[in-house]
């Protein structure tokens, strides 16, 4: 049966009609939702001239905010609403005054996630894989009650396999184990592994980003937490996700050049009030843990843990980098695989540099994802006018996210220098106001920097026309990098 030509262009031209009003209906929220201007005009210039394919893109790429999450705490904050006060009152005991330059951020990180500076904490830095994954296995060998483990990424390999051989060993003596990733980071995942842990009793779950209503076609949130909790007592965090990679076993990338640290101390709490939340997400379930702090006074160092994400009232991580690059006085330097700001962000870097602050921005020299390094060139220009000093680390891949701020503090966690950290991602940093310590990330950064040529700015304008314009396309793409 042949169908009339007519009917066919009936329906195709209603179909154009109705395709093309979705386009301008998206567009429309583009402009009302979309986070920067530049990103809202690219957005809606988009989704009415190439709806067709721009709107499925939209649907998956279009949102930076996370529906739901804040919401089912504070469900489960009201129905355990005599625990959480008494684990707040807790910390409370430990809150501490920063040094006076830093009393602003107090203020900030009370307003973004009611967790204030603490005394009593001890930290230690992990460099490297080995000596990072040697003392997490120590520690969960160690424990007696339980281990609470999360990873962006797990691979199912040597290292992996160590892990897994580790945590099975445990939950046979008795020991309840939680084991949550993220579903894109882990996607090599294999399905035998997960099925493995399972069988011996451990709690193993995806962190289900796309859970939700309002969160069912993204896939542009991930969960890029590092945290690994031993009963409530020790905590780890920072860089490294669970493979051989993070040992230097990637041939490309080999030596892997990364940055971790063990937390003693009412930092233990906070980490481990990280974890519990994006376990409820993800299973709505509430996990009974130890919330009695055991505080190290010997060691006694003033710390801060920062957990932020695409579910946050105000975009506190990009608000609280910003705020803490623009009270630098004499030094910032910043170790970052990716060098992606957003436009506040280059702003307060350039400030900072404008009244004389020693800015220092190490960079990998062998990139991972090629649009990011293509990207960090199109900087050169602004950094080289007010005297930004930029970094290429030569000594393999350097993944680690640091930021020492004069001598007054020293952060380590999983946030990047780039849009995806600021508003896209889960993160976390751990911050130490404490000298000691302070004085030995300064020492670790004098290392990389021996390790690290600086760039000549200038070579940009010397690159042929196709890098350039490649350069470019890459920084039309950094809300989405």
């Not at 106001?433 to 290392?447: D, G, H, N, T």
């Amino acid at each position: 049966m042949l169908v009339d030509g007519g009917v066919l262009l009936a329906v195709f031209s209603t179909a154009t009609v109705v395709v093309h009003a979705l386009g301008i209906a998206h567009a429309a929220h583009a402009v009302m939702n979309v986070r920067s201007s530049q990103g809202a005009i690219a957005w809606s210039i988009s989704l009415v001239t190439f709806p067709w394919l721009v709107i499925p893109l939209y649907w998956i790429l279009g949102r930076t905010k996370f529906h739901g999450y804040t919401e089912s705490l504070r469900s489960v904050y009201t129905q355990h609403h005599k625990l959480v006060w008494q684990t707040y009152n807790e910390l409370a005991e430990f809150k501490v005054a920063p040094p006076d330059n830093l009393a602003r951020l107090q203020i900030l990180a009370e307003t973004f996630t009611g967790i204030p500076f603490t005394s009593g904490n001890a930290a230690e830095l992990l460099i490297d894989g080995e000596q990072t994954y040697e003392a997490m296995l120590r520690a969960i060998a160690s424990a007696t009650n339980y281990i609470l483990l999360q990873s962006y990424t797990v691979n199912d390999d040597r290292a992996g396999n160590t892990f897994r051989e580790a945590l099975i060993d445990k939950v046979k003596q008795g020991i309840r184990i939680y084991f949550l990733y993220d579903e894109f980071g882990s996607k090599k995942l294999s399905r035998s592994y997960i099925k493995s842990l399972q069988e011996n009793g451990i709690q193993v779950s995806g962190f289900r980003a796309t859970k939700g209503k309002g969160n069912r076609f993204q896939l542009n949130f991930r969960n890029h937490r590092k945290i690994l909790v031993v009963d409530g007592e020790i905590a780890f965090v920072g860089g490294l996700n669970i493979g051989d990679e993070y040992l230097g076993k990637n041939r490309r990338l080999s030596p892997w050049r990364d940055t971790h640290m063990i937390l003693q101390g009412p930092t233990v709490q906070t980490l481990q009030n990280t974890f519990v939340r994006d376990w409820y997400w993800a299973n709505r379930k509430v996990l009974e843990v130890n919330w009695q702090i055991k505080a190290n006074k010997e060691i006694n160092q003033t710390a801060l843990v920062i957990p932020t994400g695409p579910a946050d009232r105000l975009k506190a991580c990009n608000l609280f980098f910003v705020h803490a690059i623009n009270q630098t006085k004499t030094r910032l330097w910043i170790a970052s695989p990716y060098f992606v700001p957003d436009d506040s962000t280059l702003t307060a870097l350039k400030l900072a540099a404008m009244r004389g602050v020693d800015v220092r921005i190490i960079l990998p020299n062998h990139p991972d994802h090629l649009l990011v390094y293509l990207c960090s060139f199109s900087y050169y220009t602004e950094m080289e006018e007010i005297g930004i000093k930029l970094y290429r680390y030569k000594n393999g891949f350097m993944h680690q996210k640091i930021i020492l701020i004069d001598d007054d503090m020293a952060g380590v966690g999983t946030v990047n220098l780039d849009n995806r950290s600021f508003f896209l991602n889960f993160e976390v940093m751990c911050f130490i106001a404490e000298s000691r310590f302070i004085q030995s990330v300064e020492k670790m950064l004098q290392v990389d920097l021996a390790a690290s040529v600086a760039i000549d700015l200038s070579e940009y304008d010397r690159k042929p026309l196709w890098f350039k314009l490649a350069v470019r396309v890459s920084r039309l793409l950094t809300p989405l990098l």
